[in-house]
């Protein structure tokens, strides 16, 4: 157990539709990335919150968003489900003040049919 | 702008061969954190090591190594008297040393190990 938590761990839902996956980070993580790997696309950064507040935007669609709550997890939103979006997310913490490599959670297979 | 180039897709190797993964990086920065992590049939990330820009030195852990080759922008890792439990996809990564500390992964090379 890498202590993120992330669920549901998979998710099977219909195009067009709108889905919200959950992450739980580490004890005392205070930093969430979210990521998103698809078989064209590979690993990709989508945003990266810290204490509550967006650091950082990568390749996000503006059908997908995210937020982190005053308890520290965090839930990345995506509506408007399309098949591309089939994919495996991830969500990883860290203390946010250093770089020791983070930590990932297990992911969740979103697959849109 | 940041780049990982692992170039090896798929490498095929019988047990107790060594084997070695490549990863080639393009970043401006002069300095920078490079990983590597493994990605299991399970599908979790596993993280494996980190490296530090002004760090040179080859790191050995058990049957794992590296080699940082600045030089090359080059962070090779081998795998010495392979397993079948290494069987998975292995990725590189890059990422800044301050600021947001979003990760540039490579493309992955799956390493199958046969017995």
């Known amino acids: 157990d890498s202590g993120v938590t992330q669920t549901p761990k998979h998710l099977i839902t219909a195009t067009g539709q709108r889905v919200t996956l959950r992450c739980s980070p580490r004890s005392g993580d205070l930093s969430v990335y979210w990521y998103q790997q698809s078989l064209d696309q590979g690993l990709q950064f989508l945003i990266q919150y810290y204490n509550g507040e967006e650091r950082a935007k990568g390749n996000i669609l503006e059908r997908f968003s995210a937020q982190q709550f005053p308890d520290l997890h965090s839930e990345l939103n995506l509506s408007s489900l399309e098949l591309g979006d089939s994919a495996l997310y991830f969500c990883a913490s860290s203390d946010g003040g250093s770089n020791y490599g983070y930590t990932f959670g297990s992911g969740t297979r979103l697959t849109v049919v | 702008a940041q780049k990982v180039t692992q170039a090896q897709t798929e490498i095929s190797v019988v047990e107790k061969e060594d084997v070695t993964l490549d990863c080639v990086y393009e970043?401006?920065?002069?300095?920078?954190?490079l990983f590597w992590y493994k990605q299991p049939p399970s599908g979790e990330l596993v993280f494996l090591i980190r490296r530090n820009s002004f760090d040179e030195q080859n790191e050995i852990s058990g049957r794992y190594s590296w080699n940082f080759q600045k030089s090359t922008s080059s962070f090779n890792f081998t795998i010495t008297a392979s397993q079948v439990v290494d069987s998975a996809v292995y990725f590189c990564a890059l990422t800044k040393t301050s600021g947001t500390y979003k990760y540039i992964f490579g493309t992955g090379t799956r390493l199958k190990v046969l017995a």
């Open positions: 970043t401006r920065d002069t300095t920078y954190y």
